[in-house]
């Protein structure tokens, strides 16, 4: 920006901050410098345009209305109360949690953003040292849904976008009303009315792909009463700490297998097929996935009990010697 | 934020953050706001021809300088910041809300208390829509865990851990100078100077199986640099092998969840990758793991392991203890 530019939207702002009286356009170029410059009408009104669109950008609540009902046009002003930051104070404590929320984010415009917070709360006085060394560095990353899906969420306005299921290389239109957006464990999820199911569904940001549209008139979607989004998502994502469900014997080679025998207990020895090795007990909360990371020991693990997942681990050892080959 | 586009809000700023700070340094100010001394310099001059309507004397923002300090003598009716925009309050009112879900970071109540405060003052900038919770994912014994490396960080203590490495499948004990604690992804790690692998290392905090702190002080070398993890804290190492594999469907998730490159789309929804690795037992076992729903293209060596660990414990299952204890 130019500094004569920057210096006439400076005075400009002042000139509408001080005045009750709606200030015509008119009035405007003859008193506020810089716009004296306009070669003709059309280049004025021109400049004075690309002005407040840029006050608007900036945040500036820009007032538009008549002084009195014989005026015969509109004329603009800066209401102070709106404009102004309201007061805030924030003890030493609470100034070190806004300095590292400020640099929580792993996204560049949203560290912007954060950034610009804190340059108007250093305006207000208030003393926020965002190079202060802490012990703890939490990063949180934001998708690039995020903003879109934030900004549809707030105008209650509809959205289309692809999503990718897991495990799908299908990329499938969404039109969703959306109520929310929630973070839990991390992971980004859009919440609500999804318009092709007809039911409620939570959406991972990170299998959004390309952009999201905008469906239909801002003001349409409206969230229902009582609904908490933060269930809605930990519901469906699972709880923190379940307790496991069933009780596993396994048989694990001596000196392997390190990552199963620090989630068991040794409870014996046995030799399998000439190798020694302990009798390890453990307890499963997921004996679905208990599968996965036995099979993955190979020959270092062996199943004793339960038997159902014995035949699953074998099943899929089997299967792999059938896709690869026995390696021989 | 030298950028021209910023220049506005730090201009609505300035005069404002003067006059709570009478006589402060220039240099004092130009840090804060990220910029030069000589940036700064550009912006009084400009703010000084700046003022009110009739812009005499008494109208325009005056400066004084006084050696390298500024007092503002005339405010020329801007005396507070402009109110937060909804994106700046967002971005900072969602990652205090972060905050606060994550545990030992920063006192909670701390955090609560300048939401409460941030809120207040943002009046309708405040985001609605947005909830945040769960800020860690970790059980019982990884919070005691993340609470005695805090410690650690802050009296600045050597500590002694029994960690498992899931690259290797190794459990060993390092003495280790700790640097922070990192939570990244909801997922807490202990950086530190690694005595052993003399090193700077990232331990998962939920692998720490055991911690003693030592009466030594934490002491990194002056060269132990912190780890970049902009990207993550997966690393490419120069040492690295590439394994080329076809996943099934139901093995996709795997390109989700490692970094790799997706090479090829194939019929019914199989996907090729390119991916990087730096243990070969523990590509075994990722690929084992998948139960054939995956196969290994290349490198030769790794498929051929793969299938030997599979049809190896084929045959051992066969054995059953009591078979061979007659």
């Known amino acids: 920006m130019s500094t004569a530019r920057a210096e006439r939207l400076v005075n400009l702002v002042l000139a ?49 209305g008549r002084n009195s009902a014989f005026d015969a046009i509109e004329g603009y002003r800066i209401a102070r109360r709106d404009y102004e930051l309201g007061e805030i104070d924030l003890a030493p404590d609470e100034a070190a949690a806004v300095a590292l929320a400020s640099r929580l984010w792993d996204s560049p415009e949203l560290t912007g953003q954060a950034q610009g917070a804190l340059v108007k709360l250093r305006a207000a006085g208030l003393e926020v040292d965002d190079q202060a060394p802490t012990v703890v560095e939490p990063r949180v990353r934001a998708e690039p849904a995020f903003g879109p899906l934030l900004a549809a ?40 009315h999804d318009r092709d199911r007809g039911a409620t569904r939570c959406f991972r940001l990170s299998r959004v792909t390309g952009q999201v549209r905008p469906v239909g008139k801002p003001g349409a979607v409206r969230r229902p009463d009582g609904v908490n989004l933060l269930q809605l998502v930990s519901a469906t994502s699972g709880s923190a ?8 014997r396994l048989w694990v080679a001596d000196g392997r297998a390190a990552g199963v025998r620090r989630r068991g207990t040794v409870v014996g020895r046995s030799t399998i097929d000439g190798e020694e090795g302990d009798l390890v007990e453990i307890g499963l909360y997921f004996p679905e996935s208990a599968a996965d990371w036995i099979t993955a020991q190979g020959p270092d693990v062996v199943v004793l009990e339960p038997d159902v997942l014995a035949k699953t681990v074998q099943d899929r050892l089997e299967a792999v010697v059938a896709r690869q080959g026995s390696g021989r | 934020m030298s950028g021209s586009t910023d220049r506005m809000p730090r201009l609505l700023a300035l ?72 994106g700046e309050a967002t971005a900072l009112l969602v990652a205090l809300r972060a905050l606060a879900e994550t545990p030992g970071v920063v006192d909670g109540d701390a955090v609560r208390r300048s939401i409460a405060k941030i809120e ?24 005691r865990t993340r609470e005695e490396v805090a410690r650690a960080v802050r ?25 922070r604690l990192l939570i990244v992804q909801a997922v807490g790690y202990l950086e530190a100077w690694c005595r052993r692998a003399e090193g700077v290392r990232l331990f998962r905090l939920d692998r ?4 003693t702190v030592l009466d030594e002080p934490s002491r990194p070398p002056a060269h132990a640099h912190p780890t970049d993890i902009s990207d993550g804290v997966f690393r490419e190492r120069p040492d690295q092998r590439e394994a080329v594999l076809v996943l099934d469907p139901d093995a996709r998730w795997v390109a989700e969840y490692y970094p790799c490159e997706e090479l090829d ?27 054939g729903e995956a196969l290994v293209e290349s490198p030769a060596d790794l498929a051929s392991d793969v299938g030997r660990r599979a049809a190896d414990a084929v045959a051992r299952a066969r054995h059953l203890p009591s078979t061979c204890d007659h």
Not at chain 1, 37 to 58: Q, V
Not at chain 1, 162 to 177: A, K
Not at chain 2, 172 to 179: A, G, I, L, S
């Open chain 1, 241 to 248: 700490e379940p307790s496991p469900v069933t009780t596993a």
């Open chain 1, 153 to 192: 969420v707030q105008n209650g306005q509809a959205v289309g976008f692809e999503y990718r299921r897991s495990g799908s290389p299908e990329r499938i239109m969404r039109t969703l009303e959306p109520w929310g957006v929630v973070s839990w464990k991390a992971r980004w999820y859009v919440v609500g």
């Open chain 2, 265 to 291: 789309e194939l019929d019914g929804g199989r996907l090729r990758i390119r991916m990087r690795y730096a243990d070969q037992s523990w590509m075994v076992r990722l690929v084992l793991g998948l139960g």
């Open chain 2, 15 to 86: 005069v404002p953050y003067l006059l709570a700070r009478p006589g402060i340094r220039v240099d004092d100010a130009a840090q804060d706001f990220d910029v030069t001394p000589k940036q700064l310099r550009k912006d009084l001059e400009l703010l000084w021809m700046c003022g009110l309507p009739g812009y005499g004397p008494g109208d325009l923002i005056d400066l004084s300088f006084e050696g390298d300090t500024i007092v503002v003598t005339h405010d020329a009716g801007m005396n507070r910041p402009l109110r937060l925009t909804g």
């Open chain 2, 155 to 179: 009296d600045g203590r050597a500590l002694r851990i029994r960690y498992y490495t899931a690259s290797k499948d190794q459990i060993t004990e390092r003495t280790v100078d700790p640097m």
């Open chain 2, 208 to 211: 720490i199986d055991e911690l």
């Open chain 1, 16 to 64: 509408l901050l001080s005045t009750r009286q709606y200030l015509s356009a008119e009035r405007i170029r003859g008193i506020v410098p810089g716009y004296g410059d306009a070669a003709s009408d059309e280049a004025y009104f021109r400049m004075f345009e690309r002005d407040k669109t840029e006050l608007r950008e900036l945040g500036i609540p820009l007032e538009t």
């Open chain 2, 120 to 143: 207040s003052a943002a009046g309708q900038a405040q985001p609605a829509g947005v909830v945040v919770g769960g800020g860690v994912r970790e059980g019982k014994k990884t919070a």
